[in-house]
């Protein structure tokens, strides 16, 4: 399945945003979905997943009450919405798609397909 992100740029703290990942490819609905984020020199680390249904998500603590993962499998469509943004947000953020539909997983080696990568900059 290919992978192709949007929504990133510059926002002010407190600000939101919006990250689209369209599927295409494979049957979108069999995968559950991932939001990761990465910056320079650190690891790429689990942000939010959701279960193929859309069910069951599941958030980093650190971005919990603040983004929502919802995904819409008519338009092969996975959203991060971003609200009360920090500076310590900044990062790289890629969507990746994962065969156990029904687990949310926090692990990168469980997900076998990755977006280009958005860049989301929050300045203070």
């Known amino acids: 399945v290919q992978l192709q992100a949007s929504g990133g740029g510059l926002v ?3 600000g939101s945003l ?7 490819g ?7 979905m991932g939001w990761f984020r ?5 690891e790429r680390e689990f942000v939010a997943g959701i279960t193929w249904s859309g069910v069951v998500t599941r958030y980093a603590d650190s971005v919990k009450d ?3 993962i919802s995904r ?3 338009k092969n469509t996975v959203y991060l919405q ?5 500076p310590e947000d900044t990062d790289v953020y890629y ?3 994962s065969p156990s539909r029904v687990l949310v997983a926090v692990a990168r080696d469980r997900y076998d397909y990755w977006g280009q990568g958005t860049l989301v900059t929050v300045s203070s």
């Not at 919006?18 to 295409?24: I, N, Q």
């Not at 990465?38 to 650190?42: F, L, S, Y």
């Open 95 to 97: 969507c990746a798609a």
């Open 38 to 42: 990465q910056a320079p020199g650190k």
């Open 12 to 14: 002010q703290a407190g």
């Open 66 to 68: 603040r983004f929502t």
């Open 26 to 32: 494979r049957t979108f609905s069999n995968y559950a």
């Open 82 to 86: 971003m609200s009360s943004l920090k």
């Open 72 to 74: 819409d499998n008519s």
């Open 18 to 24: 919006r990250l689209s990942c369209t599927a295409s």
